[in-house]
């Protein structure tokens, strides 16, 4: 069985020791580092020092966040242990994302969208130079992701919770 890796976007802060990730796939979950004080009590020093605590950023490719050489945590670690929050972009996902996590080439979508395959202002959408395609979209068209085995938020019945009626159908 291969890893999954669920790849951090951006990362913010949403308390004194709250984080709020945004990963590839548009999920947004949040962390409370207290959490890891009792395995692992240095990072009381984070909660404590509010400075460095400000410091979070995400690893160049997303695998991870860091504070500095003593302090990081995997994408995973979030993932599995933090908690799903609602936004109001929690169906989009960046027409970029949405080719690698399908593996399919961008053009393809281009053609989906000139063909009528994916309706413009209602599967897929462009804010100045960014396109974005709604999650229920790619999945009614194109299955579940390539390279994502079927887990929590992909499971389903939270797909089935949130798919869009099919155009035609009365």
Same mark, same amino acid.
């Given at each position: 069985?291969?890893?999954?890796?669920?790849?951090?976007?951006?990362?913010?802060?949403?308390?004194?020791?709250?984080?709020?990730? /945004?990963?590839?796939?548009?999920?947004?979950?949040?962390?409370?580092?207290? /959490?890891?004080?009792?395995?692992?009590?240095?990072?009381?020093?984070?909660?404590?020092?509010?400075?460095?605590?400000?410091?979070?950023?995400?690893?160049?490719? #997303?695998?991870?966040?860091?504070?500095?050489?003593?302090? @990081?945590? *995997?994408?995973?670690?979030?993932?599995?242990?933090?908690?799903?929050?609602?936004?109001?972009?929690?169906?989009?996902?960046?027409?970029?994302?949405?080719?690698?996590?399908?593996?399919?080439?961008?053009?393809?979508?281009?053609?989906?969208?000139?063909? #009528?395959?994916?309706?413009?202002? &209602?599967?897929?959408?462009? &804010?100045?130079? /960014?396109?974005?395609?709604?999650?229920?979209?790619?999945?009614?068209? &194109?299955?579940?992701?390539?390279?994502?085995?079927? @887990?929590? &938020?992909?499971? *389903?019945?939270?797909?089935?919770?949130?798919?869009?009626?099919?155009?035609?159908?009365?």
């Amino acid at each position: 069985m291969s890893m999954v890796f669920h790849k951090i976007k951006s990362i913010g802060l949403a308390g004194d020791s709250v984080l709020i990730a /945004q990963f590839e796939d548009g999920i947004c979950k949040t962390y409370d580092v207290r /959490q890891m004080v009792e395995s692992f009590p240095d990072f009381a020093k984070l909660i404590e020092d509010k400075d460095l605590f400000r410091k979070v950023h995400v690893e160049g490719s #997303g695998f991870g966040i860091v504070w500095n050489d003593d302090f @990081d945590l *995997s994408c995973n670690e979030i993932w599995e242990n933090g908690t799903v929050v609602p936004t109001p972009f929690d169906n989009l996902i960046a027409m970029s994302d949405a080719t690698e996590l399908w593996g399919l080439n961008e053009s393809t979508l281009r053609k989906a969208i000139s063909y #009528g395959k994916l309706k413009v202002g &209602y599967d897929v959408c462009n &804010y100045g130079k /960014q396109w974005v395609v709604t999650r229920s979209a790619m999945l009614r068209e &194109y299955g579940y992701p390539h390279n994502l085995e079927e @887990d929590g &938020y992909w499971n *389903s019945e939270v797909i089935a919770a949130e798919m869009e009626p099919e155009y035609g159908k009365e």
